[in-house]
T-cell receptor, first 114, second 112 residues
């Protein structure tokens, strides 16, 4: 597609349930990033995939968070046993390579944990 | 990473130039200056980046001081659609540090 696609756009889940968020990057982009943004706050880096290299997971806030990227394309961010503090907009971005310019962000998934 | 300091907020009149400053006094030689912006309820959007030379593209100009300790993003003719939070980031070009760390940014309000 022309841009980064994220689904679902909105997700309401009960506390304690698991959720999966999907990101479809721009075709050919080797780098993929997950960020989250709580209401009124800045962007918090979560995880970064680059090609076939081991992902940089340094931003994941707890072991309830995990992500995978299959076939170097689609990525899934999984949050297990969701908590209310997980409520945020989860943003995915992709870029053509390792350079820090030219990120293209998706519109995000707004997660609400009730 | 070099810490960047930006004003919390700025106003600009529609049609005038918006000059957004950024201080990065501890920037190292391999760190570029990147600017992104985030319009309300959207994901951030790349604007421009530079190392030491001034840069211009269709969106904006980036002026970097000779000592590289500060820079200014210039939107030459601001429109209401330029109202957004603008992020200045100092970071290596990529490689093992291929992820951007966003700070608080400057909230630019363009007023009619």
């Amino acid at each position: 597609g022309a841009g980064v696609s994220q689904s679902p756009s909105n997700k309401v889940t009960e506390k304690g349930k698991d959720v999966e968020l999907r990101c479809d990057p721009i075709s050919g982009h080797t780098a993929l990033y997950w960020y989250r943004q709580s209401l009124g706050q800045g962007l918090e880096f979560l995880i970064y995939f680059q090609g076939n290299s081991a992902p940089d997971k340094s931003g994941l806030p707890s072991d309830r968070f995990s992500a995978e990227r299959t076939g170097g394309s689609v990525s899934t961010l999984t949050i297990q046993r969701t908590q209310q503090e997980d409520s945020a907009v989860y943003l995915c971005a992709s870029s053509p390579g390792t350079a820090n310019y030219g990120y293209t962000f998706g519109s995000g998934t707004r997660l609400t944990v009730v | 990473d070099a810490k960047t300091t930006q004003p919390t907020s700025m106003d600009c009149a529609e049609g005038r130039a918006a000059n957004l400053p950024c201080n990065h006094s501890t920037i190292s030689g391999n760190e570029y200056v990147y600017w992104y912006r985030q319009i309300h309820s959207q994901g951030p959007q790349y604007i421009i980046h530079g190392l030491k030379n001034n840069e211009t593209n269709e969106m904006a100009s980036l002026i970097i001081t000779e000592d590289r300790k500060s820079s200014t993003l210039i939107l030459p003719h601001a429109t209401l659609r330029d109202t957004a939070v603008y992020y200045c980031i100092a970071r290596p070009i990529g490689g093992s540090q291929g992820n951007l760390i966003f700070g608080k940014g400057t909230k630019l309000s363009v007023k009619p």
